[in-house]
């Protein structure tokens, strides 16, 4: 089992930048394929980022794609979201999640239900 802490949501103006964080507890961090997902209100959760256990691969929501870059540091037990160019329609609660696995490629790594670790989210706005 693996913890997950995110921070580094907040308001900002469109076209404007966040970098959101998601610290994760325990010595097995490397061992897990790490995602972003997002809820607005009124709608389901859904896929923004994934990134493989080692970092070698990275998939993105069509909607963010060259906008939004992830990344992460196993010696920091750490996982990014880089949120460039940001949009009103970005607004949602922000979501990290962990899933147990070697794997990769996004037929594994976007789909919700394969990740069994997730945070209490971060609110990110986007105004106008």
């Known amino acids: 089992q693996v913890q997950l802490v995110e921070s580094g949501g907040g308001l900002v103006q469109a076209g404007g930048s966040l970098r959101l964080s998601c610290a994760a507890s325990?010595?097995?961090?490397?061992?897990?394929?790490m995602g972003w997902f997002r809820q607005a209100p009124g709608k389901e959760r859904e896929f923004v980022a994934a990134?493989?256990?080692?970092?070698?691969?990275?998939y993105y929501a069509d909607s963010v794609k060259g906008r939004f870059t992830i990344s992460r540091d196993n010696a920091k037990n750490t996982v990014y979201l880089q949120m460039n160019s940001l949009k009103p329609e970005d607004t949602a609660v922000y979501y990290c999640?962990?899933?147990?696995?070697?794997?990769?490629?996004?037929?594994?790594?976007?789909?919700?239900?394969?990740?069994?670790?997730w945070g209490q989210g971060t609110q990110v706005t986007v105004s106008s």
């Open positions: 999640a962990a899933y147990r696995t070697y794997l990769s490629g996004s037929a594994y790594l976007n789909r919700r239900e394969q990740y069994k670790n």
């Open positions: 325990g010595r097995t961090f490397s061992s897990y394929a």
């Open positions: 990134i493989s256990w080692n970092g070698g691969s990275t």
